[in-house]
């Protein structure tokens, strides 16, 4: 039961253009969400996060919509990189009967290329 | 300051063996996590432990098991492994109990059964 589904396995885009990676949620209990960046032989990097209460969250070059009544998020990165060249994972975190999770989807990987 | 700290980073073991991984979090977070990534997917959660209790549970068999120290350190023990334990196996820490902030990702243990 894929609760955090990143339809996407990859996405390749031109350096300085915009890079739009896409996450569906199925559980409404969701009510906090995170992107993290992976580069290879690291642990997952903390990007940015967006609470339930808000539907835009910026920081930078990235920038995390939320949709709630279409149980979808994205994040957006304005002007891409090539350092941007990861893997990608969406997270969304609720306090359930089993305790607090957070939920990662499968990962979106991002090619900027130069 | 020093970030997530996990070992070994690379183990071996046969099917049927115990094993014992370790994370130090960072200086100041009182909550510990832990992941469980295979080849393709996102990090899949197996336990939550703040202030020495256990805070949440995932999916996973009665076979894995952790506990956290007064010093805030962590363990994470699977007993009688499979083929399938073959992964790598991430910790987390955060300042908050609950998942509203950010997790910090130490680099991992790739764990090999054969």
């Known amino acids: 039961d894929q609760q955090v589904k990143q339809n996407s396995p990859s996405l390749s885009v031109q350096e300085g253009r915009i890079s739009i990676l896409n996450c569906d949620y199925t559980?409404?209990?969701?009510?906090?969400f995170l992107w993290y960046k992976k580069y290879p032989a690291e642990g997952p990097t903390f990007l940015i996060s967006?609470?339930?209460?808000?539907d835009k969250n910026e920081d930078g070059r990235f920038t995390v919509f939320l949709n709630k009544s279409a149980k979808h998020l994205s994040l957006h990165i304005v002007p891409s990189q090539p350092g941007d060249s990861a893997v990608y994972f969406c997270?969304?975190?609720?306090?359930?009967?089993?305790?607090?999770?957070?939920?990662f989807g499968a990962g979106t990987r991002l090619f900027v290329k130069a | 300051d020093a970030g997530v700290t996990q070992s070994p980073t690379h183990l071996i073991k046969t099917r049927g063996q115990h094993v014992t991984l370790r994370c130090s979090p960072i200086?100041?977070?009182?909550?510990v996590s832990w992941y469980q990534q295979v080849l393709g997917q996102g990090p899949q959660f197996i336990f939550q432990?703040?202030?020495?209790?256990?805070?949440g549970r995932g999916n996973f068999p009665d076979r894995f098991s952790a506990r956290q120290f007064p010093n805030y350190s962590s363990e994470l023990n699977v007993n009688a492994l499979l083929l399938g334990d073959s992964a790598l196996y991430l910790c987390?820490?955060?300042?908050?109990?609950?998942?509203?902030?950010?997790?910090?990702f130490g680099n991992g243990t790739r764990l090999t059964v054969t």
């Open positions: 987390a820490s955060s300042l908050s109990e609950t998942g509203y902030s950010p997790l910090h």
């Open positions: 559980n409404s209990m969701f009510d906090y």
């Open positions: 967006i609470s339930s209460i808000k």
């Open positions: 997270a969304a975190s609720a306090l359930d009967t089993g305790g607090f999770k957070t939920i």
């Open positions: 200086s100041g977070h009182k909550s």
């Open positions: 432990y703040y202030e020495k209790e256990e805070r």
